[in-house]
């Protein structure tokens, strides 16, 4: 699918704001590729499509994870979570996306995973620093980004579960599994 199709199609799925969201994920995913030598068109398709669920109800997000045999741990967490494995379930059902690396790319998105690749880092990555994001931590995870991909998710992740201990929110176990995983790389 080339990317003016695929803009399209999540242009009719997101708000104003989340589409533009969406692009500047898109050119940094691209970059990050580009800077990695990841196949840049994957990073492009991947960074399109990783919120077309976004803005699906909750009920439709609840009976697709339950339906489609996804982790039902899912459910004990924040809703939230729940738009990057549906979404990678309405992309092969409604895009028509087959490509499991770009799939697996939008389903970890939010959570990581121990196993993530190059691809998945990339996407959580440029969802992360995007140049809309404005909050702390994030302009010095963006300096290391394009210095040390894992040293950048590795930063990503101990702001968002600091973020969330902060909060009293409880931590998706991948997202924790994959902090572990990755310091213990280092």
Known sequence: MDRAKALALVKEQLTDKRYEHTVGVMETAVQLAEKYGVDSRKAE??????????????????????????????LEYHSE?????????LVRTEAGILDEDILQAIRFHTTGNKDMNMLDKIVFLADYIEPGRKFPG?????????????????????????????????????????????????
């Not at 399109?48 to 994870?65: G, L, V």
């Not at 979570?81 to 379930?89: C, I, Q, R, S």
């Not at 590795?154 to 201990?165: D, E, G, H, P, Q």
């Open 45 to 74: 398709l991947a960074a399109i499509f990783h919120d077309y669920a976004k803005f699906r109800s909750k009920e439709e997000m609840r009976k697709i994870i339950i339906d489609e045999n996804m982790p039902k741990q899912l």
């Open 81 to 89: 979570l729940w738009h990057a494995p549906v979404g990678a379930y």
């Open 138 to 186: 994030v302009d010095d995870v963006r300096k290391v980004a394009f210095e040390n991909l894992n040293e950048a998710v590795v930063m990503a992740l101990r702001n968002t579960i600091k973020f969330l201990l902060d909060k009293k929110q409880p931590i998706y176990p991948d997202t924790l599994e994959t902090y572990n995983t990755l310091i213990r790389c280092q």
